[in-house]
Antibody, heavy 117, light 111 residues
Framework: QVQLQESGPGLVKPSETLSLTCTVS????????WTWIRQPPGKGLEWIGD???????NYSPPLKGRVTISVDTSKNQFSLKLSSVTAADTAVYFCARENREGGLDYWGQGILVTASS | QSALTQPASVSGSPGQSITISCIGT?????????VSWYQQHPGKAPKLLIYDGTNRPSGVSDRFSGSTSGNTASLTISGLQAEDEADYYCRSYTSSTFHVTFGGGTKLTVL
């Protein structure tokens, strides 16, 4: 059974960088796209960006410039960095796997990150 | 503002059928088959219900079905059950840029 687990600080100060890692277990990270999605409290899902296991990335235009997604195949992990955070970046952050038919078939449980001083 | 338009809410009684629409453009929903649908219960991660517009992953009830016509994708839930009360999201991407968008979400209330 494939499992994804987000980890990282739950509190980030404004203007600092949010850093999260998604650890994949039960299958290799190779061969798939991996994605980060966030959900502000009480709001809908927002795509942040995704990465192929080879390292090719694609970012949401509103966040491009602040977002970096990377992959470490040796650790079966991929990571998110979001710089210059503001209160508007407060959200539950999810990592997910995109299957070969374009569906997000496995998700992490989500991690709440609050941007506050 | 979401690039994919969903109704904010729908409702139905147990046993009835409901349909949730997801309106895009020919650059996304109308341009390829890669539309997927997700169910999210409060405090939980979303769950994949439909991929490729019409296909169900194994383990998903056949009460859930997807369809596409032109620039509109639809999710139909038949035989409504209390457990179907949740938020539902569609997802697609723009053919030229592969930028992903989600619909704004639809809250389903089972009366």
């Amino acid at each position: 059974q494939v499992q994804l687990q987000e980890s990282g600080p739950g509190l980030v100060k404004p203007s600092e960088t949010l850093s999260l890692t998604c650890t994949v277990s039960g299958d290799s990270i190779s061969g798939y796209f991996w994605t980060w999605i966030r959900q502000p409290p009480g709001k809908g899902l927002e795509w942040i960006g995704d990465i192929y296991y080879t390292g090719n990335t694609n970012y949401s235009p509103p966040l491009k410039g602040r977002v970096t997604i990377s992959v470490d195949t040796s650790k079966n992990q991929f990571s998110l960095k979001l710089s210059s955070v503001t209160a508007a970046d407060t959200a539950v952050y999810f990592c997910a796997r995109e299957n070969r038919e374009g569906g997000l078939d496995y998700w992490g449980q989500g991690i709440l990150v609050t941007a506050s001083s | 503002q979401s690039a994919l338009t969903q109704p904010a809410s729908v409702s139905g009684s147990p046993g009835q059928s409901i349909t949730i629409s997801c309106i895009g453009t020919r650059s996304d929903v109308g341009g390829h088959r890669y539309v997927s649908w997700y169910q999210q219960h409060p405090g939980k991660a979303p769950k994949l219900l439909i991929y490729d517009g019409t296909n169900r992953p194994s383990g998903v009830s056949d009460r859930f079905s997807g369809s596409t016509s032109g620039n509109t994708a639809s999710l139909t839930i038949s035989g409504l059950q209390a457990e179907d009360e949740a938020d539902y999201y569609c997802r697609s991407y723009t053919s030229s840029t592969f930028h992903v968008t989600f619909g704004g979400g639809t809250k389903l209330t089972v009366l």
